[in-house]
């Protein structure tokens, strides 16, 4: 082999390392699960011990996608009271001891995806997710680890407060998909024993826009320990509308009913959708506590 070939050689070998590091550089701060179904969540560590006391929580925010797609824009201020509801009432629980995030990073924070695998928002791999057996797309979950700044600044944010575990819940937007209801109606499942019945002239292949709480726990070093979402409200499109493929998404106006009219007409009490979705997350997410549906 002559010097030029070799010298080829060399670079080429050097391009396949490269790229089998990026691989497994993604593979371990990214993973993508299907989900057999609801609830929808999913355990990385066989033994989570967190303890009530040990727990801190921020207040809840939004999904970042809120902020840099177009598909969410205009709606961060909309969701504003709704935000601060759920924080005072998160607060309220004592699951959980709040942990102040004045001045805390943004880029680099950890990132839970709930949804169809096929929905706007999923990441390329879900769809890999999918069988030829699926009528419906399935629920998958799709969790970014946080970026090591992230993980040292939370180490030194739960120090200061003598925690040991972080409570990481987000509102935002994804879309689930359609589920048959016996012969002839449809459904989106929701939740912790919560679905709701979509219009039975509903295009099966479009998914539904979904109002949701996403949660993730931490451990010191930044490890997600239990992720996974409760969705609030599904909003689905008109039949005539999805023919030409334009969705009608949650407005303004439907998400100042959800603040303080939108109730589960099931449950005794009739209590707020938005509450008893936060409620069941953060018992998910901390397994001691207590269900509002057993």
């Not at 593979?27 to 560590?45: E, H, I, N």
Request: charged share 25%; hydrophobic share 40%.
């Amino acid at each position: 082999m002559n010097r030029c070939s070799s010298r080829k050689m060399l670079i080429l070998i050097a391009l396949l390392f490269a790229s089998a590091c990026s691989s497994l550089n993604k593979l371990s701060t990214a993973q993508t699960d299907r989900l057999k179904g609801a609830p929808f969540y999913k355990s990385y560590s066989k033994n989570i011990a967190a303890e009530n006391q040990e727990v801190r929580h921020f207040p809840v925010g939004l999904d970042g996608k809120i902020y840099t797609e177009f598909f969410h824009s205009g709606r961060e201020k909309a969701l504003q009271p709704l935000l601060e509801a759920m924080t005072a009432y998160l607060d309220s629980l004592s699951w959980s001891a709040p942990l102040n995030a004045d001045g805390f990073m943004i880029s680099g924070a950890p990132y839970a995806y709930v949804g169809s695998a096929e929905g706007e928002d999923a990441p390329p791999e879900a769809a890999m997710q999918r069988n030829e057996s699926d009528k419906y797309p399935p629920m998958v979950i799709h969790i970014q680890k946080p970026g090591k700044e992230w993980k040292a600044a939370l180490a030194q944010r739960l120090d200061e407060s003598a925690g040991k575990y972080l409570l990481f819940i987000n509102l935002g937007f994804s879309q689930y998909p359609k589920a048959d209801k016996g012969l002839f109606e449809k459904k989106v499942v929701l939740g912790t024993k919560y679905e709701e019945g979509i219009k039975f002239l509903s295009a099966e292949d479009k998914p539904v826009e979904v109002l949701q709480v996403t949660g993730m726990l931490l451990d010191r070093e930044g490890n997600i320990l239990r992720a996974g979402s409760e969705g609030i409200v599904a909003k689905d499109t008109p039949f005539l509308l999805q023919i030409f493929d334009v969705q009608k998404s949650i407005d303004d106006k439907t998400l100042r009913y959800l603040l303080n009219d939108a109730r589960r007409e099931d449950l005794p009490g009739k209590p707020l959708k938005w509450k008893v979705a936060l409620h069941n997350l953060t018992a998910q997410m901390l397994p001691q506590n207590p269900f509002i549906i057993q």
